[in-house]
């Protein structure tokens, strides 16, 4: 029995969830607007304040979904409301990050400096030029770009330079010792 998906999921105000046919569902609210398509075979319920996902028998392809669908859509509905964030911290010597336009510009210790175009409906903000932050609607476009800053130049275990999530925690190794 999933737990996660027997849980109902609440529509708080501002936020709209309509589905079509064929379970796509399209959520409305003021940080945007998120469409996904879901299982036909799951039956998703949407009432004035809450938003139910139920499946109609115990097999196991019902099962599988039936948590995965509710938690997509609780992100949807979180993502429309609150959005997610996510920050990256720049640690290093000559190491930094700007905005140019449209493109964040990584200064990341190579020969040439590391231009990456921002994706649709994603903000990138820099309060300092030793810190991004990304945030939008869209859980999973927010982590994978996140995800794709960081891949530029990751943590080091011996000083701890490269780019790394501020939640992180990079363990530290101790370096070599000369022999007396």
């Known amino acids: 029995m999933s737990r996660i998906g027997n849980k109902a999921i609440s529509i708080p105000a501002g936020v709209t969830v309509t589905v079509a ?3 796509v569902v399209t959520v409305k609210g003021p940080k945007g607007e998120l469409t996904a398509q879901f299982n036909s ?31 997509l859509l609780h992100n949807m509905v979180v993502g429309v409301s609150d959005g997610f964030t996510k920050t990256i911290e720049i640690n290093g010597v000559g190491y930094r990050a700007q905005m140019q336009g449209s493109k964040l510009v990584l200064s990341a210790g190579y020969s040439h400096p590391v231009e990456m175009a921002v994706p649709a409906g994603l ?15 869209d859980k999973q476009a927010v982590g994978q770009f ?18 790394k999530y501020s939640t992180e925690h990079i363990r530290r190794k101790e370096g070599k010792t000369a022999k007396k």
Not at 146 to 163: C, D, S
């Open 123 to 137: 903000k990138v903000e820099l309060p300092k030029n030793t810190v991004i932050v990304i945030s939008g609607a």
């Open 21 to 23: 046919e064929g379970n």
């Open 146 to 163: 996140a995800a794709e800053i960081r891949e530029v130049r990751k943590p080091e275990p011996y000083k701890g330079k490269g780019f």
């Open 41 to 71: 075979e799951l039956e998703i319920k949407v009432e004035a304040t809450q938003a139910e996902v139920k499946r109609p028998n115990d097999t196991k392809q019902c099962k599988m979904m039936h948590g995965t669908t509710r938690a």
